[in-house]
């Protein structure tokens, strides 16, 4: 029962988000619910900035790097952001033949930020703390493998659909399995508040 009470604070966060939605005051909050329900709930898209999550996007397009180099694109959760990243959805594609992608778990940011190309996809709420950045100077790709895409033809976009959470200090880089390769990476992702018994292990 008192691991369950330490789970409390984003239950309690979303419970005002819910009364605010819902016409009742910031401080009624919404004091029962049957909790088999709760896996099922979804927020609708304008309901999130209620409860302080950001709907966020962010991508680059890179140019082939040069022969015997790898091309790779990366969101990053920098460390004190006091945020969870949950990717919620990754497109790639390519002009060059058909490739395979790769999805990798990263603990460091790659060599270059393009922190530009990234912005709320709410416009009310403010830019976000995740970070967008690239490199295409290295002979392989950063990090541990997770995912490989089927084959993805030349002009087509691949899309995946994780999810996929990201505690501060943590990256995810998208690259081909190929050198040389000219990429369009792109991110859609929720910047979500979190305590910091959320962030460490259970």
């Known amino acids: 029962m008192a691991r369950f009470g330490e789970l409390l604070g984003?239950?309690?966060?979303l419970g005002r988000g819910f009364s605010i939605a819902l016409g009742q005051g910031e401080g009624e909050g919404v004091t029962s619910s049957?909790?088999?329900?709760f896996p099922t709930v979804s927020l609708r898209p304008e309901w999130l900035a209620l409860c302080n999550e950001r709907l966020m996007t962010g991508g680059i397009g890179l140019a082939a790097p040069g022969a015997a180099l790898m091309a790779e694109v990366q969101l990053f959760n920098p460390d004190g952001s006091n945020?969870?990243?949950?990717?919620?959805?990754i497109e790639a594609g390519s002009a060059t033949g058909t490739q395979l992608f790769e999805i990798r778990e990263n603990t460091a940011r790659l060599a270059l930020q393009a922190g530009i190309n990234k912005g709320p996809r709410d416009r009310r709420m403010a830019s976000g703390a995740g970070e967008i950045w690239y490199n295409n100077a290295n002979a392989a790709a950063t990090g541990?493998?997770?995912y490989q895409s089927p084959a993805v033809l030349a002009n087509t976009i691949w899309r995946y659909t994780p999810p996929w959470l990201l505690a501060k200090g943590d990256g995810m880089s998208v690259n081909p399995t190929a050198q040389n390769v000219a990429i369009t990476v792109?991110?859609?992702?929720?910047?979500?508040?979190v305590s910091p018994r959320e962030t460490s292990d259970f």
């Open 34 to 37: 049957a909790p088999e329900i």
């Open 144 to 146: 541990t493998r997770r």
């Open 186 to 193: 792109n991110f859609a992702y929720r910047e979500v508040p």
């Open 10 to 13: 984003p239950a309690a966060r």
């Open 83 to 89: 945020i969870l990243i949950v990717v919620e959805e």
